[in-house]
């Protein structure tokens, strides 16, 4: 089994970071959390995904479903990896990997308790240019590096129309 470096965790987490950057909004709104998340539940439908979607700004919720399949579970994961991104304004892959690159888990990192707080793939912030992270994009189902990989090819999708 091939091992990984510092130095290939550190690429990582700097593909990561860049990949925040890049996928940021001119503005967003309740229409845009729809659209967004409209998108994503297509998406899990046309691969059979059992996927909980949240779209929120700051406490507001402006997008949820639960496809078929998806359980309670689901959205006690989307509350904790939200938790994550809110707090340390990353995607929770990102805090994964940050993390696993620490050598700590979550609680000993942030003296944070993990059942509040999951750094697993699948939380992602919403950033409008100019002004920061201001929600989060979050998917809970499929596995973690996939529940990733969905937000960041819709809105990569969504981000070069506008």
Same mark, same amino acid.
């Given at each position: 089994?091939?091992?990984?470096? =510092?130095s290939?965790? @550190? =690429?990582?987490l700097?593909?990561?970071?860049?990949?925040?950057?890049?996928?940021?909004?001119?503005y967003?709104?309740? @229409?845009?959390?729809w *659209?967004i998340?409209?998108?994503?539940?297509?998406?899990?439908?046309?691969k059979?995904? #059992?996927?909980?979607?949240?779209?929120?700004?700051?406490?507001?919720?402006?997008?949820?479903?639960?496809l078929?399949?998806? =359980?309670?579970?689901n959205?006690?994961w989307?509350?904790? #990896?939200?938790?994550?991104?809110?707090?340390? @304004?990353?995607?929770?892959w990102?805090?994964?990997?940050h993390?696993?690159?620490?050598? #700590?888990? /979550?609680?000993q990192?942030?003296?944070?308790?993990?059942k *509040?707080?999951?750094?697993?793939?699948?939380?992602?912030?919403?950033?409008? #240019?100019?002004?920061?992270?201001?929600?989060?994009? =979050?998917?809970?189902?499929?596995?973690?590096?996939?529940?990733?990989?969905? /937000?960041?090819?819709?809105?990569? @999708?969504?981000?070069?129309?506008?």
């Open positions: 089994m091939p091992t990984t470096t =510092t290939d965790n @550190q =690429t990582r700097d593909t990561l970071i860049a990949e925040e950057n890049q996928l940021q909004f001119l967003f709104n309740q @229409q845009i959390a *659209d998340g409209s998108e994503l539940r297509a998406n899990a439908i046309e059979h995904a #059992k996927v909980a979607i949240n779209i929120s700004v700051g406490e507001q919720c402006l997008f949820h479903c639960a078929d399949g998806a =359980t309670l579970d959205q006690e989307v509350r904790r #990896k939200s938790n994550v991104t809110k707090r340390f @304004q990353r995607s929770s990102y805090m994964k990997h993390l696993e690159m620490k050598g #700590k888990n /979550i609680e990192a942030s003296f944070i308790n993990e *509040d707080y999951s750094p697993f793939g699948g939380c992602f912030p919403i950033r409008v #240019k100019n002004t920061g992270m201001i929600g989060t994009i =979050t998917v809970s189902g499929l596995p973690q590096h996939e529940d990733h990989q969905l /937000i960041v090819d819709v809105l990569s @999708q969504y981000l070069k129309k506008e």
